[in-house]
């Protein structure tokens, strides 16, 4: 146990702590963890034995490795010192983050692979979910056939199912295993704004703008498919929650009974307006041929009616960036490129070296502004591409869904928009608050945050008018037919019952 103890002291200052210190540190700890993976792995295995061994089986797996996570933990508690600026919480965290971390880039919790080991990704990706999803194949065979006593309902029945909730994924990937592998899968998720959250987080420990910005993940970064984002797995979730109200446990607690209630009998109560007018926002966004991102958008009039819709994608009769490749570009002269402030061949050169069949025209004079600022500096130049530090919206040859909601309802005619509701996929960039808070919208709902945006803290709170930004809430467009079509229609149902 000392050895455990002093390694536990080392990982409280593993981020001051030396690579060996860190290893080390994890070595020890990982003894204790790995005496009980002989009997984890026959639990796994089998279900087809007696209660009685089922029993002194899951005591011996289970049970002893929560006493072993509680050690820690209160040793951890017992040597942390709050003053150091983190409190407990925080350190246990990000030491549990970092083993996850390590599990799917390596296979090894207590490899400490960003220094030591290349990860092998995609290999070891899923050893979380699969380990999960086996131990739900245990519960819910106990649950069945071992213990009545959970049962619902007629207590000698046997065909009682399980509903087990796993809490909380934080990488995408392990959330579109399970959605492969179980079809009734759903993801809530259930989210405040951040100074809300801070200010929560204040009362009970210590808000780290660090952590928070682990949690969230940096975007379309392929060599840190292992890392966790939260931001991504909100998009991919099948329901959305606020958690924004004082009184947020006993309203979060009301939706989720509504919600179950849905996914227990589908259809049992219809879309509110504003998923129906999300989820055709979701259908718009289907039809863009833009190969960054897909955007919809949807605007009702005063009195509710829908008067323009949109998708980001290049003005009518321009071929989209999905539908031209990078050979076209580099062999059709008539291809318009450049213009005269631009050299042509250093257009192409950066072209030949982007990756892919397809390339965004935004990235490639993106590099060219790079190029000019930092002309000597290559490692400065990708620096700033993995941030998104230049990225003129002018170069996007899109026009963004908001912008085809509003032309199409002025080419169309007819019905006012002043006063309306916007419904788009994502927040607005800067160029459309700006149009939106012009045409009078007086209030935004969006499912997905827009890359360091100023436009709610700038365009959008500037001047006389107040736009009322909403975070949707609600079914989302994924699970849309899968909550709110009935499996029979009511008349149909009533026949069934009756006979």
Not at 28 to 57: A, C, M, W
Not at 157 to 170: G, P, T, Y
Request: some cysteine; overall charge positive; hydrophobic content about 35%.
């Amino acid at each position: 146990m000392s050895l455990i103890k002093s390694s536990i002291t080392n990982l409280i200052s593993h981020q001051s702590a030396t690579m060996k210190e860190y290893q080390k540190a994890n070595y020890y700890i990982s003894k204790g963890f790995y005496e009980f993976r002989p009997h984890s792995e026959i639990v796994f295995s089998n279900t087809n034995f007696s209660q009685k061994k089922f029993d002194d089986l899951i005591k011996k797996t289970f049970t002893d490795y929560v006493k072993y996570i509680l050690f820690i933990k209160e040793e951890l508690k017992a040597l942390k010192n709050k003053e150091q600026g983190k409190s407990f919480n925080l350190t246990f965290a990000e030491i549990l983050q970092d083993w996850g971390d390590n599990i799917r880039a390596t296979g090894n919790p207590f490899v400490f692979h960003e220094q030591e080991l290349e990860p092998t990704l995609g290999g070891n990706l899923f050893i979380l979910p699969k380990a999960i999803r086996v131990l739900i194949k245990a519960l819910k065979f106990r649950i069945k056939y071992l213990d009545p006593e959970y049962n619902f309902g007629d207590q000698s029945s046997k065909n009682q199912n399980a509903l087990i909730v796993i809490e909380c994924f934080r990488n995408p990937y392990e959330i579109e295993y399970f959605r492969a592998k179980e079809s009734e899968f759903y993801v809530f998720s259930i989210s405040a704004d951040k100074d809300i959250r801070q200010q929560r987080v204040n009362k009970i420990g210590y808000f780290d703008e660090g952590r928070n910005k682990r949690l969230q993940g940096r975007k379309n970064l392929t060599s840190e498919v292992y890392k966790l984002a939260v931001e991504t797995c909100v998009q991919l979730s099948d329901i959305a929650i606020s958690n924004n109200s004082q009184d947020y446990q006993e309203k979060t607690f009301q939706k989720i009974l509504e919600y179950l209630a849905l996914i227990k009998n589908p259809g049992c109560i219809p879309p509110t307006h504003h998923e129906l007018y999300m989820h055709i926002a979701y259908s718009n966004s289907l039809k863009s041929t833009c190969i960054s991102r897909q955007v919809g958008a949807v605007i009702t009039g005063p009195k509710g009616f829908i008067v323009g819709a949109g998708w980001n994608a290049p003005g009518f009769g321009q071929v989209g960036c999905a539908f031209r490749s990078r050979t076209d570009l580099l062999n059709i002269d008539n291809i318009p490129l450049t213009t005269e402030n631009v050299d042509k061949t250093q257009f192409k050169k950066i072209l030949k070296k982007m990756q892919g069949e397809y390339v965004c025209y935004k990235d490639i004079m993106s590099q060219i502004e790079r190029e000019k600022k930092y002309p000597y500096c290559s490692s400065c130049q990708k620096e700033k591409a993995d941030t998104n530090d230049i990225k003129r919206l002018e170069y996007c040859r899109a026009l963004h869904a908001e912008e085809n909601a509003i032309l199409q309802s002025a080419k169309i005619g007819g019905m006012p928009i002043e006063h309306g509701v916007l419904y788009t996929t994502t927040y607005p960039c800067e160029l459309c608050a700006k149009k939106l808070y012009q045409i009078g919208i007086r209030k935004v709902y969006y499912t997905e945050a827009y890359p360091e945006s100023i436009s709610k803290e700038v365009f959008l709170k500037d001047g006389t008018k107040t736009i009322e930004m909403i975070a949707f809430e609600g079914v989302k467009s994924n699970s849309y037919f899968r909550i709110f079509k009935a499996f029979y229609n009511k008349k149909d149902l009533l026949k069934i019952k009756l006979d």
